[in-house]
Structures are given as structure tokens and as C-alpha cells.
């Protein structure tokens, strides 16, 4: 089953604790995303990937690093979580494929609810 | 001001009514639109999408672009309980090192009661 996959679901830690969320995508796309999303502000971009070692920032990419080792894995680490950091993150990923929109449809996690304390 | 506005709602019809979800945008550089929809406790799964240049229907769900006043349009017919969701525009393909990523509106949620 084509999926994009989020560990873990839950999460509650305390401030300053550093944190990784895992992600990983089984059907070969090249493109991959985080966002997180708080009530009012709808999904906002963290970090996205166009490849094996290409990342960069998207909309909100303070306090957050990512890696990107391999094409199907896209962990998003917190060095120091902050109580701001506390919201819904969703991994997302897509074929990547400039104007065309079936290429860049893109496939979401279940997402992981986060609460920095 | 963003560069997708969405009505965040909420939103309560009955069921059989016809819903209409609308959003807004301010930038003219981009190619497509797409449309998901979010149940909760789970992620957003795509409904559908279109390009910047038309209309497109699938079943009960009608999107719209009228592009002269920058406004996109989803419409639900027949609206079911099942159709209890938050619903999220999406625009995209803006180009150069854009390509690939959408930019989201706030989600409009919809309940649908029997």
C-alpha cells in the first residue's frame, strides 16, 4: 500500500528536550514536505526536500533541521523544543514535476500531535 | 496578506443542501489549484484539482477558478454527512525553485447534518 508514514502519532515532551519525528514515504517521490498546523493558520511549510541531499527552508523553518539520506526518509529534528513548537506536524510527499499538477499531487502522514511543555 | 484566504467557518448545512467552500489568492504566479479534504485525527487526502485556466467535476464536487477576480470556488451537491470534514485550498506550480510546493489557505470545516 502506497503510504507516507509518521512515527510517533503522540508526542509530549519538555522544553529543551531534543526531539526527532520520523518520516517515510514508499513510493519513490522525490519531493517531500513538513508543515505543521495550528487552528487559525491552516498548513504552513517547515522544510521541504527536491532530493537526496537537497533541503531548504519553507514558510516557518525557525527551530527546526531536517536531513534528507535517503530518497524515502525525511526525519524532522527539534534541537530545543520550545512551547511555541507545541502543534500538529504532517509529513507530506509528492513525484515533484514542475507545471504538471498530477506530479505534484501530494500524499500526507497521519500526522503527529506535539506538545512541548 | 496571505496569499490564500480561506473563510475558516464553520460551516453547518443539512443534508441534501449544495455547499459552496470559496478561497482567494494574490498571486498570479502559479499554474493549479487543488482541493483536500481533512477528517479528524487524520491527514488531508487531495479531492481534487484543476488548472488555472478551467473548471473540472468529479461526482457531486464542482471546482471553479474565475481567475479575473482571483477567486476559487469548491462545490459539494447533494452534501452528505460523510462530507463532515475541514476542506483546504491549495495553489501551486509558481515555478523556478517554487515548483512542487503548495501554498494552503486555513481550511473551511464543514458539517453536513442529517
Known amino acids: 500500500e502506497a503510504q507516507v508514514t509518521q512515527n510517533p502519532r503522540y508526542l509530549i515532551t519538555v522544553t529543551g528536550k531534543k526531539l526527532t519525528v520520523t518520516c517515510s514515504q514508499n513510493?519513490?517521490?522525490?519531493?517531500m514536505s513538513w508543515y505543521r498546523q495550528d487552528p487559525g493558520l491552516g498548513l504552513r511549510q517547515i522544510y521541504y526536500?527536491?532530493?537526496?541531499?537537497?533541503?531548504d527552508k519553507g514558510d516557518v523553518p525557525e527551530g527546526y533541521k531536517v536531513s534528507r539520506k535517503e530518497k524515502r526518509n525525511f526525519p524532522l529534528i527539534l534541537e530545543s523544543p520550545s512551547p511555541n513548537q507545541t502543534s500538529l506536524y504532517f509529513c507530506?510527499?509528492?513525484?515533484?514535476?514542475?507545471?504538471?499538477?498530477?506530479?505534484?499531487?501530494?500524499?500526507f502522514g497521519a500526522g503527529t500531535r506535539l506538545s512541548v511543555l | 496578506q496571505k496569499e490564500v484566504e480561506q473563510d475558516p467557518g464553520p460551516l453547518s448545512v443539512p443534508e441534501g443542501a449544495i455547499v459552496s467552500l470559496n478561497c482567494t489568492y494574490s498571486n498570479s504566479a502559479f499554474q493549479y489549484f487543488m482541493w483536500y479534504r481533512q477528517y479528524s485525527r487524520k491527514g488531508p487526502e487531495l479531492l481534487m484539482y484543476?488548472?488555472?485556466?478551467g473548471n473540472k467535476e468529479d461526482g457531486r464536487f464542482t471546482a471553479q477558478v474565475d481567475k479575473s477576480s482571483k477567486y476559487i470556488s469548491l462545490f459539494i451537491r447533494d452534501s452528505q454527512p460523510s462530507d463532515s470534514a475541514t476542506y483546504l485550498c491549495a495553489k501551486g506550480g509558481a515555478g523556478g525553485t517554487s515548483y512542487g510546493k503548495l501554498t494552503f489557505g486555513q481550511g473551511t470545516i464543514l458539517t453536513v447534518h442529517p
Open positions: 484543476t488548472y488555472s485556466s
Open positions: 507530506a510527499s509528492s513525484l515533484g514535476g514542475g507545471g504538471n499538477a498530477a506530479k505534484n499531487i501530494q500524499y
Open positions: 513510493m519513490n517521490h522525490e519531493y
Open positions: 526536500s527536491m532530493n537526496v541531499e537537497v533541503t
